[in-house]
């Protein structure tokens, strides 16, 4: 079942890797989306695919890379953009 979910992810995520991380991740999942730097320190990722990959995603989001340090992850389903393949904005 094809599931996009929207996250928020705050913490030290931003000067560290995340994006790249993040990249990886959605890639080795199969998914398809983008992620992005927020002015406010924040990353913003946005994935759809097959709903475990999305699930199992999540939690590779929550570990970030060595450096980042991730406090929170919000996330809400979203509607499917449709994108092929998974980008850093």
């Known amino acids: 079942m094809l599931r996009a979910t929207v996250f928020l992810v705050s913490g030290r995520v931003q000067g560290v890797g995340f994006r790249a991380h993040v990249a990886e991740a959605a ?42 340090r991730v406090d929170d992850v919000a996330s809400e389903d979203a509607l499917p953009e449709g994108r092929r393949g998974f980008r850093i904005a």
């Not at 927020?38 to 890379?65: I, K, S």
Request: aromatic share 10%; no cysteine.
């Open 27 to 68: 890639r080795a999942e199969g998914l398809d989306g983008w992620v992005k730097n927020l002015p406010d320190g924040r990353v913003h990722v946005h994935a759809e695919g097959d709903a475990e990959a999305v699930r199992r995603f999540e939690w590779r989001v929550w570990q970030g890379p060595p450096m980042a």
